[in-house]
């Protein structure tokens, strides 16, 4: 909490009663809300609360950085999402209450990581009446490392996704092996059911003729058992014959789980092709000795484009290729280290504003939403912080340039 803050709001204004979603700082909203609640959760509470989005079917980033908005603008909203939040994890508050001191929050803490149990304890652990913010910091920055973790846990998920589909062809094989033997089976069982009933017919028959003979008697007696046993036999064939449609639903489940992961998968290799395509581009326009603009690259024509967050080590990187372009670069980074003030300036010298969404932060982007939209500013996000995706996003800003240059 800064000192402007703690000046209006005092440490001990909550007492030693768990603190409410809009008591904490606005910066622990994004983990909480995101790590705490599903997405799923998010979308249900947001239709309760009847809040609309400018889409009519919000991204997943748009639904969590609008509630993550509202939260500090609507207390309706922000009550909501703690008594969901309190409802939810309830087990893990009570556990965490018995904590006097950080220290014993910081114990509990370490043990429900280890149990896998980090949600219900973010919860419980940033709400807590005696943490601080050290320790508040402390868990936000594991819970960002778990992110990564997860990223990594993917690609080892695409690896197995390969199996998965050689498993799956090797039982859609057996499945149609299987099939296939139970209807030769059921049909030789039904033959054999038929004949075994003509039989019977003919052995009951007979055994009415002679009913006072004691061997027709003991025949009769064999020939039940063995329609008995035959019955059991039957029984087990249709057992077996469930149990393979059982397995033929398993496998038709997999693969179409199978094909959901393989669009995904499509899509995100079509929008890393094209990044790769633009920075391969960029590659090769950079080992000619005089580009005349036929390798591809966008002409700019002297427009000056603001950059804003990313990270400050590839800022020179990013000003060449502009530069290469024909136009000029101005960098903000987002609020870190420089004031939010100076956005304004360079908004207004700009022709174009450029950001990467997985490198700025809500307040950044949010203020410079408003002030593009008042500016009339082109608005371009750009989809990860790396050169290859910057190229990508830099070509559309080229192309809206030609257009603007074409209707004048």
Request: net charge neutral.
């Amino acid at each position: 909490m800064c000192e402007s803050c703690e000046e209006i709001f005092p440490a001990n204004s909550v007492g030693t009663r768990r603190l409410k979603l809009w008591d904490l700082e606005t910066g622990w909203h994004c983990t909480i809300v995101g790590t705490c609640l599903s997405m799923g959760e998010l979308r249900r509470l947001a239709a309760k609360q009847g809040v609309v989005f400018h889409k009519s079917n919000p991204t997943d980033y748009e639904m969590h950085t609008g509630m993550i908005r509202l939260v500090s603008q609507e207390r309706a909203v922000a009550k909501a999402i703690t008594k969901l939040l309190d409802q939810k994890h309830a087990a893990a508050i009570s556990r965490f209450r018995r904590a006097a001191t950080a220290a014993d929050l910081e114990a509990l803490w370490r043990e429900a990581v280890e149990k896998g149990e980090v949600s219900g304890a973010c919860w419980a652990l940033m709400a807590h009446p005696v943490a601080t913010e050290q320790l508040r910091s402390l868990v936000f920055g594991e819970i960002h490392m778990l992110s990564h973790q997860v990223g990594a846990a993917a690609r080892v998920d695409l690896k197995r996704f390969h199996a998965l589909q050689t498993e799956n062809a090797a039982l859609e094989a057996t499945v149609v092996l299987q099939q296939e033997r139970l209807r030769t089976e059921i049909g030789t069982r039904d033959t054999a059911l038929r004949n075994l009933q003509d039989r019977l017919d003919r052995e009951t028959a007979l055994c009415r003729g002679l009913t006072h003979a004691a061997g027709a008697a003991a025949e009769l007696a064999a020939l039940r058992s063995l329609a008995a046993e035959l019955k059991r036999r039957v029984s087990q064939e249709e057992d077996g014959h469930r149990t393979a449609k059982a397995v033929a639903r398993e496998a038709d489940i997999r693969a179409a789980a199978a094909e959901r992961d393989t669009a995904a998968l499509r899509d995100e290799l079509h929008e890393t092709r094209a990044e790769l395509a633009a920075l391969e581009g960029d590659f090769a326009c950079d080992a000619a000795v005089v580009c005349d603009r036929a390798c591809g690259r966008p002409d700019l024509c002297g427009r000056c484009i603001l950059y804003v967050g990313g990270r400050t080590a590839q800022v020179h990187h990013l000003r060449r290729v502009v530069e290469e372009c024909n136009g000029t670069l101005v960098h903000h980074d987002g609020g870190f280290e420089e004031g939010m003030g100076r956005l304004s300036g360079l908004l207004s010298q700009a022709d174009a504003v450029m950001f990467p969404v997985d490198c700025v932060s809500h307040m950044a982007h949010d203020q410079l939403k408003r002030l593009c939209k008042r500016w009339e500013k082109p608005f371009v996000p750009v989809r990860r912080s790396g050169l290859g995706a910057f190229v990508h996003a830099l070509d559309k800003v080229g192309r809206s340039g030609r257009d603007d240059q074409d209707r004048l």
